[in-house]
Every structure is written in C-alpha cells, then in structure tokens.
C-alpha cells in the first residue's frame, strides 16, 4: 500500500509567488517523521525540510514551512516567495521509527516558476 | 568533502551483462540504502542494510544484489542486467540516533540496451 501521495500535477507558479505542495501519508506507528526533499534538473537530492510527528510546531527552514495537520495525516509543503530557482521535482517522504529508517517516498510533485 | 560517492556517475550496459554499483560514506553512519528512480515513481527501496555486515530487502528487490563487507562500503549488483533495470540509483546512508540526516549520494544513471 503507498504510505506517501503526491497526487498534484505540474504545477507553474508565478515568482514570488507561494506554493502548496500536498502531501498527505498513512501510518500506524506513532512515531515517524516527515521529510520534504528538492531534486533539481541537475538530480541531486536536496533536503528541505523535517517535521517530527510529536513535534507541536510546525517546522519553518527559511523560505520553506511545513503544514502538519496529524490528524488528517497530511504535511503540506509551503514555498513562500518563489524563485526561479526553486524549479524543479519536489518529495515528500516519511520515516517510520519502527522501520529501520527506510525512508518511504512519494512519487513528486514537479514545480515550475514563471518570471 | 564529506559525504556519499557513487561509482560509476554513467554506465551503459548490455542486455544480460553484470556490474557492481559502489557506495562510500566517510560519515560513519550505520544505515545505508539503495534506491532507484524512474520517471513518475519517485524512489523506490531496493535493499538496505543497518550495519556492516547486514542487508535487508526493500520494496523492489528482484534482479539486484547487495554486500556491505565494510561498514563504509554498500554494493549494488545485477548479476544479469535487463532493460526495466533501466533507472537512476540513488545511494543514502544515515547515522543512528538520529531524527533526521540523510545523506544522499549524486547518483548513477545506467541503460540497459
């Protein structure tokens, strides 16, 4: 069963901009941990973002937070202020503590900024 | 610098020919992971080990196989290499006791024709 959907399209977004990018999960194990990754043309795999699921704030890194609703399971991903060079396939993927920290990913969600 | 390499970057391979993809991480860290990635699917686990000595199947373990003799090194083999292995891999190692720290490496993009 896929514990991570992305189902979003291509998205284009106007610089400067925000972007939501959904991600919801499916879990039975209390603790995990939910990770958002940047993978640009070039295809190295950039990590964002971390946001424990007993943490009560939601985690902000710069221009990046992340919207964690747990009890919908779903951490969204907020890109505030786009840039161009925020192009490119964005993950999500989670941890579950149980589960010898494999990581579970998503399929992606590409992004496209329009000056 | 720090940090994951994967050997080789590119490789083209032939219909039923073998090769062995290498991993090195000079971080310590205990778990390592291998992962492949195509078009649409994001990455998908092949086999993961969570120390040396150790290796576990992933959600895509068919065709492949691993060996982790030293705690820094993780190998990926085909022993006969088929067109749907076709990808790019992804090597990941982490650090135990940790929350969060993936280090990922840049990747292999290999054809098999």
């Known amino acids: 069963a896929q514990k991570i959907t992305q189902t979003q399209p291509g998205m284009f977004v106007q610089e400067k901009e925000a972007v939501t990018l959904d991600c919801t999960y499916d879990?039975?194990?209390?603790?995990?941990?939910l990770f958002w990754y940047k993978q640009p043309s070039s295809g190295e795999m950039i990590f964002l973002i971390y946001?424990?699921?007993?943490?009560?704030q939601n985690a902000t890194e710069g221009r990046y937070s992340l919207n964690f609703q747990k009890a919908r399971k779903s951490a969204n991903l907020v890109i505030s202020a786009s840039q161009l060079g925020d192009s490119a396939m964005y993950f999500c993927?989670?941890?579950?503590?149980?589960?010898?920290?494999?990581?579970?990913f998503g399929k992606g969600n590409q992004v496209v900024v329009i000056p | 610098n720090a940090g994951v390499t994967q050997t080789p970057k590119f490789r083209v391979l032939k219909t039923g020919q073998s090769m062995t993809l290498l991993c090195a991480q000079d971080m310590n860290h205990e778990y390592m992971y291998w992962y492949r990635q195509d078009p649409g699917m994001g990455l998908r686990l092949i086999h993961y080990s969570v120390g040396e000595g150790t290796t576990a199947k992933g959600e895509v373990p068919d065709g492949y196989n691993v060996s982790r003799l030293k705690k820094q090194n993780f190998l990926l083999g085909l022993e006969s290499a088929a067109p749907s292995q076709t990808s790019v891999y992804f090597c990941a190692s982490f650090p135990s006791g940790r929350t969060y720290g993936y280090t990922f490496g840049s990747g292999t993009r290999l054809t098999v024709v």
């Open positions: 946001q424990g699921s007993y943490d009560q």
């Open positions: 993927a989670m941890r579950e503590y149980g589960g010898n920290n494999r990581l579970a």
């Open positions: 879990t039975s194990d209390p603790s995990y941990g």
